[in-house]
């Protein structure tokens, strides 16, 4: 099975921020779309930010203007940088290939969790 690792998520205060980073597969990575995935308590996972192999990226309206994905080719890693969290954004975070665009993803991984609060 070809998974990816997620970590980086900790326990912030609202208004703080936080870097997390996605080690993907070997393989063609560079010609992959990326996307971050959030799942928070008895919700659906959901994609919350999208990158494509030539860097365009695209965000759901929740994290536009706080959250930044890129992406680090030689290194097989996508980043998401997450400023001004609120605790709305508590939630375990994943990454994967944009489903969107692919049908068959990677196997997800345990995902890291991200707690806001005061």
């Known amino acids: 099975q070809v998974q990816v690792s997620e970590s980086g998520g900790a326990l912030v205060r609202p208004g703080e921020s936080l870097r997390l980073s996605c080690a993907a597969p070997g393989g063609a990575f560079s010609a992959i779309a990326m996307a971050w995935y959030r799942q928070a308590p008895g919700k659906q996972r959901e994609l919350i930010a999208s990158i494509s192999f030539s860097n365009i990226t695209d965000y759901a309206d929740s994290v536009k203007g706080r959250f930044t994905i890129s992406r680090d080719n030689p290194k097989k890693t996508v980043y998401l940088q997450m400023n001004s969290l609120e605790p709305e954004d508590t939630a375990v975070y994943y990454c994967?290939?944009?489903?969107?665009?692919?049908?068959?993803?990677?196997?997800w991984g345990q995902g890291t969790q991200v707690t806001v609060s005061s």
């Open positions: 994967n290939k944009n489903q969107i665009v692919y049908r068959n993803l990677y196997t």
